[in-house]
């Protein structure tokens, strides 16, 4: 896509300091991390967000995740790793290319996941999945 930071990136007209790459995938650093060492993973085909993604990819998506994991792991000395994606902008997407946000994880480094909830009831909690499962 034209306007897409991410095309630019791939196709080489926006600079990035790259992690791992393959022939559909780019992994780089983000350039506000959450934490140093924070990764974006990304197809070089434009998809908007995970649904526009193929079994087939997500499946290569799931491979550099796990390969660039254990970088992290073994390179920077990681207690552990976030990986989270945001689609849409409800959820957070900034960027609108499809993208796996790598976070590495230190005992103690102060970063918080999101508040949690809690249902009212058991009632409650089967309406919720009776209503995802009618939307599938």
Known sequence: MQDCIFCKMVNGDIPCVKVYENES??????????????CLVI????AENILEISPEL???MHEVISIVAK????????????????NFKAAGQLVMHAHWHMIPRFHGDG??????????SEEQMQAFSQKIRSGI
Request: net charge negative.
């Open 43 to 46: 197809p070089k085909t434009h």
């Open 58 to 60: 997500a499946g290569e």
């Open 111 to 120: 970063l918080q996941l999101w508040p949690q909830d809690k249902y009212e």
């Open 71 to 86: 970088g992290m792991l073994k390179g920077l000395g990681a207690d552990g790793f976030n990986v989270n994606m945001n």
């Open 25 to 38: 995938i780019l992994c780089f650093l983000d350039i506000a991390p959450a934490a140093k060492g924070h």
